[in-house]
């Protein structure tokens, strides 16, 4: 066996996964909030989402929502994403830019897709039923997928895809460039996620 190696692990690429205090609480009522949603605008939109039902963008600012108060949950842990990366955490420019809901039936899936426009991702589970549909991302490396030899065994250097198992209260926080998609839905309940954007505004990249 050789003993004198290192191995240099450069350009990761992380997901942070957070179990949200309290999730029970603000599941119960952003179900209602997004399930009222479904009411007011059955169509909804067309994205990523094959089947089921996208949302608009939630109205993220109105002081005292559901969808607010969420949010303002939400920041410690965009706060610990940001700290974690090394990236200038200045609060008041750190902005969810963008938020929504998706509800997929029994059967509906989402396409892979990534998120232009954003440096961070993310999606939270108000509904996670088993078998409702894993989440999967994609070694964004095209080399990586598509010029590789024969594979003896599966590691954290030759793998091209990797589904996460997910759970109700579930947070989690990604670069926005890494491609995923959601499996589709095998159970015979309704999968709800909420997905958002950050960015940062008027970032510095002086020292």
């Known amino acids: ?11 990761p690429q992380p997901i942070f996964r957070y179990k949200v205090d309290n999730y029970k ?7 209602e909030y997004i399930y009222k949603l479904k009411e007011e605008d059955s169509e909804g939109v067309v994205r990523s989402n094959r089947g089921g039902w996208h949302s608009k963008s939630f109205k993220v600012r109105e002081k005292g929502t559901i969808q607010n108060r969420f949010t303002q949950e939400l920041s410690k842990y965009i706060f610990d994403v940001i700290q974690t990366y090394g990236w200038k ?6 902005v969810v830019s963008e938020m929504w809901a998706i509800i997929n ?3 509906d899936f989402n396409v892979i897709h990534t998120h232009p426009n954003a440096y961070l991702s993310a999606a939270y589970y108000v509904k996670a039923p088993e078998k409702a549909g894993r989440f999967v991302i994609e070694n964004p490396l095209s080399v990586a997928r ?8 599966k590691t954290e250097y030759n793998i ?3 589904a996460l198992d ?3 209260g579930d947070l989690l926080l990604f670069p926005a460039y890494l491609p995923h998609k959601v499996n589709e839905n095998k159970s015979d309940k309704d999968r709800i996620v909420i997905s958002f954007n950050v960015n940062i505004n008027n970032f510095d990249n002086t020292n």
């Open 1 to 11: 066996m050789i003993t004198n190696r290192k191995i240099l692990t450069y350009f």
């Open 25 to 31: 609480t603000f599941n119960k009522e952003l179900e």
């Open 89 to 94: 955490c200045v609060p008041e420019r750190v």
């Open 105 to 107: 039936k029994p059967r």
């Open 146 to 153: 598509h010029s590789y030899p024969a594979h003896a065994t």
């Open 160 to 162: 091209k895809a990797a």
């Open 166 to 168: 997910i759970e109700e």
